[in-house]
């Protein structure tokens, strides 16, 4: 039922969009008032979720630590396992965010006869995660052709290296055949690695099967149903979109409505689902704090002042009778009762 029901859903959202934009009338709806609400909802979505949690607290130093932390000066710190100053955090995150060091690092834990549980490196995720990541940003930063006129330098620039290996025409992207094949490897994953399979529910499976959807209208309208879509009608209205001023000149095509409907979903999806760790990353304390306990002492800022400690020994003064009724250890013995 967890593929089922996203595959499922991703069906219905493209029958919706290609019924819909064939009634006269509706491909202002699906071309202008669809954009607009999806977009209204990724950044109202994206600011409130970012918000919540900078402002949520957070009361202990927790920061991830995978090596040595700064200790005697003859004793060698690993600076970004156990960061100490802001410049190594800095330089972490990087890593962490534009090369995935994590993934990297992760490994496979394996349960054999004896019983014998092995650890061995596991790459692999790194690599469909990077493919499918910067395919998925490349795209994005390409499709800004149609938007902006003239088009930057570097959109163009970035275009043509994409397309540096041309085969036929029109143009062959590398990140076209990159980003199915990160999405199948990350499907596959899911689907053929039984421990990931038992922890994977459908809001797991629903954004790879409309990526997919996306990636697959977007071949289509590039390859085999060119002749169907108005490119200039396309451009008029991407760049009136942008300019607030939307117009469709001409019937443009059913694939791009559909293309541009599972697009809008995506937006209106992205803040409310596990995508949203690409804001999340920036925000994990885990990633973010230094490793500086020793030294400073975190001080919650959160903490109430109106509400005062409850020691473990005020605790057992006011429970000591019922702690021991009940068989509970307790530090002190109840005092000898009075004598009559």
Not at 15 to 29: E, H, K, N, R
Not at 195 to 205: E, G, M
Not at 278 to 305: A, E, Q, Y
């Amino acid at each position: 039922m967890k593929y089922t029901f996203p595959l499922a859903a991703v069906v219905a959202l493209v029958l919706i969009a290609w019924i819909g934009s064939s009634i006269p009338g509706m491909q202002y709806i699906f071309g202008i008032a669809v954009p607009y609400l999806a977009m209204a909802l990724f950044l109202g979505g994206f600011c409130y979720r970012v918000i919540g949690w900078a402002k949520s607290p957070v009361p202990f130093k927790i920061p991830t630590t995978c090596g040595q932390g700064y200790s005697l000066s003859w004793i060698k710190q690993d600076k970004l396992e156990a960061p100490l100053t802001t410049s190594q955090v800095i330089a972490r995150m990087f890593l962490e965010i534009v090369f995935f060091r994590s993934l990297w690092r992760n490994t496979k834990a394996t349960a054999y006869d004896g019983p014998k549980l092995t650890y061995e490196s596991s790459k692999w995720l790194w690599l469909f995660a990077i493919l499918f990541h910067y395919s998925f940003l490349v795209i994005v930063l390409r499709h800004m052709r149609i938007f902006l006129d003239p088009v930057p330098g570097v959109v163009s620039m970035l275009e043509f290296m994409d397309g540096i290996l041309q085969i036929g025409a029109p143009t062959m992207y590398m990140t076209d055949a990159t980003l199915l094949l990160g999405l199948l490897l990350l499907f596959g994953r899911r689907l053929f690695n039984r421990q990931v399979r038992y922890i994977s529910l459908a809001n797991d499976y629903f954004p790879l099967f409309l990526i997919f959807a996306i990636a697959v209208t977007g071949i289509l309208m590039r390859f085999f149903l060119r002749t169907d879509i108005d490119i200039i009608a396309i451009k008029r209205l991407a760049i009136g979109l942008v300019t607030l001023h939307p117009a469709i000149i001409s019937d443009i095509g059913s694939i791009f409505y559909i293309h541009i409907f599972l697009v809008c979903v995506l937006l209106a999806y992205f803040p409310y689902s596990k995508l949203m760790h690409m804001g999340g990353v920036f925000l994990s304390p885990t990633r973010n704090m230094t490793n500086d306990n020793r030294m400073r002492r975190h001080i919650n800022p959160w903490n109430d002042p109106n509400i005062k400690p409850h020691s473990y020994a005020g605790y057992e003064d006011e429970f000591r009778k019922d702690m021991v009724e009940q068989g509970i250890p307790v530090e002190k013995p109840l005092p000898a009762e009075a004598d009559d």
